[in-house]
């Protein structure tokens, strides 16, 4: 006879073996010593996702950004075989208003093949809808966001603390991603070996570069004074953001600098919106070659390519990523 006792139990079994054949024996081991992953300030890892072998997301908690922001790690090839060894960081940083944020490198290049071979720790890290890349003045007042921070502060810190990460770093991005990165560099002497922009707005004050921030921050829903204030009446705060102002502090860090005129290129196709050409990519063009002249003024090297037919778009940054690896390696102490 079977009691209802003994069937409780039977079932109980069965649940067990069933649980046993669709959970791993052993929950999957951190990629980073989490117990290390805190910065100064007590910005920290909160979560880590494994999306493939070589790739990871990291949730951070940012008293700067005040919040859990995302970061994509790409890993070098032989992180797993090479467990005592360092690397040094590529930032690759993204545009505006972008819907995939932090997954754009990834989403949109082919750059997981390109650096397979690579001695480098990608580092994808999201700069909101549109953080633009530094502290908000927000008034005035406390309380506005500072992706600044957690670029350049709270993330190299837990890198190096638990992403076995060196201090050599260089740092790329597209459009507003490419200002971020000049930025950086000229904010933070010392912090980048190397700066790369790709279609990015280099001179805020350049005509009415203005109004393609404000287009941007409205798109986001954001408020466009609270960034940096007025151009005109808080004009000592877009100075000190402006990569064209900060060039001089640039000296001594490698630099690629890169864009299109907005015409019709080579990656365009008949039925391509940008067919008949792209004005931001021509704000672009005229930021970049502002920029540029301001660098030989100064008489501070830089490689170049400012190039005839190219929209702002994908295509041209993934080519212009690989055509610039040789400075970025440079700036990562690495043979190109």
Do not use: C
Request: no cysteine; aromatic share 12%.
């Amino acid at each position: 006879m079977i009691t209802q006792s003994s069937t409780a139990r039977g079932l109980a079994a069965l649940a067990v073996v069933l649980v046993a054949l669709v959970m791993p024996a052993t929950a999957p081991a951190a990629i980073g010593d989490l117990s290390k992953a805190v910065a100064d300030n007590g910005a920290r890892v909160v979560a880590e996702t494994v999306v493939d072998e070589r790739t990871v997301d990291l949730s951070v908690w940012s008293p700067s950004t005040k919040r859990n922001t995302n970061v994509r790690l790409m890993l070098p090839a032989d992180w797993a075989t090479n467990p005592a060894r360092d690397y040094p960081a590529l930032y690759l940083m993204h545009g505006a208003n972008e819907w995939v944020d932090y997954r754009s490198w990834t989403e949109f290049t082919d750059v997981e093949s390109f650096l397979a071979d690579k001695p480098v720790l990608t580092v994808m890290p999201s700069d909101g809808s549109s953080g633009f890349f530094t502290k908000e003045w927000n008034y005035g007042r406390k309380g506005g966001a500072d992706y600044e921070t957690f670029h350049t502060t709270e993330l190299p810190q837990i890198l190096e603390r638990a992403y076995r990460s060196t201090d050599k770093r260089a740092v790329a991005g597209i459009s507003i991603g490419g200002y971020g990165a000049m930025a950086y560099a000229a904010r933070h002497p010392g912090l980048f070996g190397a700066a790369a922009s790709y279609s990015g707005l280099l001179h805020l004050r350049q005509d009415k570069t203005w109004m393609v921030v404000s287009t941007i921050r409205v798109r986001a829903n954001r408020d466009f004074f609270s960034l940096w204030g007025h151009p005109q009446y808080q004009g000592r705060i877009w100075r000190s953001v402006n990569p064209y102002d900060l060039a001089e502090k640039l000296r001594g860090t490698e630099l690629y600098v890169s864009s299109g005129n907005g015409r019709p290129g080579p990656f365009e196709k008949p039925d391509d919106l940008n067919i008949l050409g792209n004005p931001i990519e021509e704000w672009s063009w005229n930021n970049s070659r502002a920029f540029v002249k301001r660098l030989e003024q100064l008489d501070i090297p830089a490689t170049v390519d400012l190039y005839r037919g190219g929209t702002h778009t994908w295509p041209y940054w993934e080519r212009q990523m690989i055509r610039s690896w040789p400075v970025l390696a440079k700036g990562l102490g690495l043979d190109a």
